[in-house]
């Protein structure tokens, strides 16, 4: 670990070959981490603030992974060595894991991860993604964790493997899953409703209205919108506000009341009993349990 006031990496060995670097960098400078790896390891990088550069080839390639995404790296053919320059006030969480160790996660559901099938497993894979707030509220627990060191291999494996979930997930809300409907202008439509359902979260339009901006009727908005999206209009929705009630409350820096106006509620009675419908407790409760 090195730490300072306004600098702090972590790194944990969670089973051999299998690592998670937590990165914290406070300061007004960039910052460099460096790491050596094999070949035959998968690379995650999640930034969950700022954005950090990849360096490769003695700094003449780079690449940058921004706030809210995650890159993935595997190269069985050549070696990539981390090098990484964190920009002023970034934090960022990499993972890295043995190609085997991962596969071995996956054995029974590899078919739709591309790069694990049998003829494409010796290929190079490179992926760049926005993730989810679920995701955030991951790495904001990791990166703040308080717990006991006799527990914290295991509390560490846990997290990382959630992060595994929910970049897999093909039925998270917030990834869009089968874009084939009837035609890419009906798709891009669908997505306009989307960006405007979120745009006016805290007074949402109703269908008609929805319906209407983006230019098709509301029974292939419904229908458009449960094939991309896995939800209905309004589940997305509530789905969304959710998860960003989750990342708000693990930022540690609003209360419940701030939380439930931002999302549009009107008494915080409604916001915490959508709450525990989703997550089963109170978002008082659950922000108890992040200070503990």
């Known amino acids: ?53 990849l360096q490769y080839n003695s700094g003449s390639y780079t690449f940058s992974v921004n706030e809210n995404h995650v890159v993935l790296l595997y190269n069985p053919q050549k070696l990539l060595p981390i090098h990484l320059n964190l920009s002023p006030d970034t934090w960022m969480v990499s993972v890295i894991v043995p190609i085997k160790k991962f596969h071995s996660l996956f054995s029974n559901d590899a078919a739709h991860i591309s790069f694990l099938s049998p003829e494409n497993n010796t290929q190079k894979f490179y992926d760049d993604r926005f993730f989810n707030p679920a995701t955030a509220v991951v790495l904001s627990q990791l990166l703040q964790s308080k717990v006991n060191d006799s527990v914290r291999a295991l509390y560490l494996k846990a997290k990382i493997y959630e992060l595994f979930s929910l970049y897999f997930d093909t ?71 959710m998860n960003e009630a989750q990342r708000l409350l693990a930022s540690q820096q609003y209360n419940v009341n701030e939380v439930g106006l931002y999302l549009g509620y009107s008494t915080s009675s409604h916001f915490i009993a959508a709450f525990k419908k989703k997550f089963g407790t109170t978002p008082k409760k659950y922000l108890m349990s992040l200070s503990s």
């Open 1 to 53: 670990m090195e730490n300072n006031a306004k600098r702090t990496f972590w790194e944990h060995k969670i089973e051999p070959g299998f690592e998670v670097l937590l990165m914290q960098h406070d300061g007004s400078e960039v910052a460099t981490v460096q790491r050596s790896v094999n070949q035959e390891v998968i690379q995650f990088h999640f930034c969950l603030k700022g954005r950090g550069d």
């Open 171 to 241: 039925n998270t809300a917030d990834l869009e899953q089968c874009p084939f409907l009837e035609n890419e202008d009906q798709v891009r439509r669908i997505r306009r409703a989307k960006s405007l359902l979120l745009e006016q979260m805290v007074e949402p339009p109703t269908l008609q209205e929805l319906a209407n901006y983006v230019g098709i009727n509301i029974k292939k908005l419904k229908e458009g919108f449960k094939q991309l999206y896995g939800q209905t209009v309004y589940g997305f929705l509530l789905e969304h506000k």
